[in-house]
């Protein structure tokens, strides 16, 4: 039987997980979203033909899966408005939300649940995702298997049994589409300070960036010899590298990467103190 799953915020991450999931066929009447903007809402449905409400206790009335998908911070204020209707049906719990770590979640919907965290990423709209999952002691191998399967149908799924490393997770591929966005801005500004149209400038350096992804998913080699593959000596790439390396971009990445993670625990801190 099809599993209900509410969406419990329906913004970007939301609607790139809901909409990746009917895209693969997931029957789209078995998922419910919710927002504060009913406006938001009426274009949701207008596009995904999704069940939608303000109303969050209603729509976890018949869900199996609640997806928590709002904010950090406004996040312990939507839990104690779910509690109680949690705590009568004790479903599934998934929050997406950065940060915020399965005990503290568990603790602000009242205890005594099997909750998975789990960072996803924007990409899963277009089924290429990547997502990082990790469950509380209380998640049994069905709701895991659940889970995967959901998680799967918009891109790749990686389980890891240690919640800090969500913290890595975060860095690399949560947050990572907008590290290829920047990249992606960048080479298009460049393309145009060389002569070409911002049109052709777009069209060349995405689908590199493309190819560069697909072609080191199938192949053997490690990125290291990929990259050394198109340096010809005394070549092209190769001044290009040289420059990149000697701009620092890979200090540039730790440093960015280490940030990213640190934030992540901050606001774990921070958000969990809140009275
Ligand atoms: N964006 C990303 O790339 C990623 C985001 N995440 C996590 O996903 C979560 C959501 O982020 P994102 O989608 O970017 O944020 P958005 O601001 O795009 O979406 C937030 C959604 O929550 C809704 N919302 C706010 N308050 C309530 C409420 N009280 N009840 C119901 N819905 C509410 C908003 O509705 P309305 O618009 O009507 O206010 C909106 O639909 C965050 O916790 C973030 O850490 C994780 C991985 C990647
Ligand atoms: O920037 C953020 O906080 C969220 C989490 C990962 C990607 N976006």
């Known amino acids: ?5 509410t969406f419990i915020g329906a ?23 919710t927002a504060r903007s009913g406006e938001r809402l009426e274009t949701l449905e207008q596009q995904y033909g999704l069940n939608t409400t303000t109303d ?13 998908a709002v904010k950090p911070q406004v996040m312990r ?14 479903p599934l719990i998934l929050s997406v ?37 990790f469950a509380n002691d209380r998640v049994d191998e069905t709701q895991r298997e659940l889970a995967t399967r959901l998680l799967e149908a918009v891109g790749l799924v990686e389980w890891v049994e240690d919640e800090a490393l969500l913290e890595a997770v975060t860095a690399i591929s949560g947050s990572g589409p907008a590290y290829f966005f920047l990249v992606f801005e960048a080479m298009i500004e460049a393309g145009q300070q060389l002569g070409l149209s911002e049109e052709s400038a777009r069209r060349l350096a995405l689908q590199t960036g493309y190819g560069a992804a697909c072609m080191a998913r199938k192949s053997d080699l490690t990125p290291a010899e ?7 000596p005394g070549g092209t790439t190769e001044q290009a590298i040289e420059s ?3 701009a620092g971009l890979r200090q540039a ?10 934030r992540a625990r901050e606001m774990a801190k921070e958000l969990s103190q809140k009275d």
């Open 1 to 5: 039987m099809t599993s209900h799953v």
């Open 11 to 33: 913004g970007n991450m939301a609607s790139a997980i809901f909409g990746g999931m009917i895209e693969s066929g997931y029957p789209r009447e078995a998922i419910t979203a």
């Open 56 to 68: 969050n206790q209603a729509a976890i009335a018949q869900a199996d899966v609640v997806l928590l």
């Open 77 to 90: 204020e939507v839990c104690a408005e779910l509690r109680d209707a949690v705590q009568a049906r004790k």
């Open 97 to 133: 939300a950065a940060g915020l770590d399965a005990a503290t979640l568990e603790d602000w919907l009242g205890g005594d649940l099997a909750l998975i965290r789990c960072m996803p990423n924007t990409p899963s709209l277009v089924g290429a995702g990547a997502s990082g999952l």
């Open 226 to 232: 990929l990259k050394r593959n198109v340096m010809s």
């Open 244 to 246: 990149l390396e000697q």
């Open 253 to 262: 990445f730790s440093e960015a990467m280490t940030a990213c993670a640190r």
